[in-house]
């Protein structure tokens, strides 16, 4: 069964709140975004396997503990996910990235794909696949299921908002996928937004409204 995290930091909390505001510009947005993957960054990888190896410090010898394998993987859902990449390259910037475009259909709400492009031993890597919002679910469970085929194995999720439908729909279609969240909003709009939410992330990263 998936586990879903919510984030509970202070200054994770703090940083969602002013992308929410709506006179927070372009270039806060984004660098904010950012700054909270970073920090989510931090927690979803709290469980990742260490071993211990033999160095030597400038004066002795000594055991020290180092991730183990280090195969990891970022892939951000296109475009919204890109605002994510950095703030989790800046934690772990040894990992691959892959990138998965996916629109949503403005009528029926429906993701479509356009891209797909992912490290070839995927099946090897412990996969971060990134959207700032997980809304309805498609965008995100279609990203999976694509992912999957292509035999990635450890998947985890992460998102800064998410409404409750998004969050049940992705643990009933891929229960095995362990779920970081920055806040949990209310619920969806009549235009399948998220409420209170941010508005459009992608809009906001890249200033395009
Ligand atoms: C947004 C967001 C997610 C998706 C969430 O992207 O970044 O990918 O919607 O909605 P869902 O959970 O209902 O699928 P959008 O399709 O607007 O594209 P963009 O990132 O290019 O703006
Ligand atoms: N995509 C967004 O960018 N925002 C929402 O609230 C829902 C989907």
């Keep these: 069964m998936a586990q879903v995290n919510i984030m509970t930091h202070p200054l994770i909390k703090h940083k969602i709140g002013i992308i929410r505001r709506k006179e927070t510009g372009n270039r806060d947005f984004r660098e904010l975004v950012s700054e909270i993957a970073s920090l989510m960054c931090y927690e979803a990888t709290k469980d990742l396997p260490l071993e211990k190896v033999e160095i030597e410090t400038p004066i002795c010898k000594a055991v020290v503990e180092e991730i183990r394998g280090k195969k990891l993987a970022i892939v951000p859902i296109l475009r919204a ?29 429906e993701p479509v794909e356009y891209y797909f492009k992912i490290p070839d031993d995927i099946s090897q890597r412990e996969v971060f696949v990134v959207d700032p ?61 998220i409420v209170p939410g941010l508005g459009d992330a992608g809009d906001r990263i890249f200033g395009t409204k």
Excluded: W
Aim: glycine content about 12%; charged content about 25%.
């Design 81 to 109: 996910g890109l605002g994510m990449v950095d703030g989790m390259l800046d934690m772990i910037p040894a990992a691959k990235v892959g990138h998965v475009g996916m629109q949503r259909d403005e009528e029926t709400h």
């Design 133 to 193: 919002m997980l809304a309805t679910g498609g965008s995100a469970v279609d990203a999976i299921s694509m992912l999957k085929k292509r035999g990635a194995k450890k998947i985890i999720f992460m998102c800064i908002i998410a409404a409750p439908e998004g969050v049940e729909r992705l643990k009933s279609e891929h229960p095995d996928v362990n779920i970081y969240i920055g806040a949990l909003d209310e619920k969806l709009n009549e235009n399948k937004y």
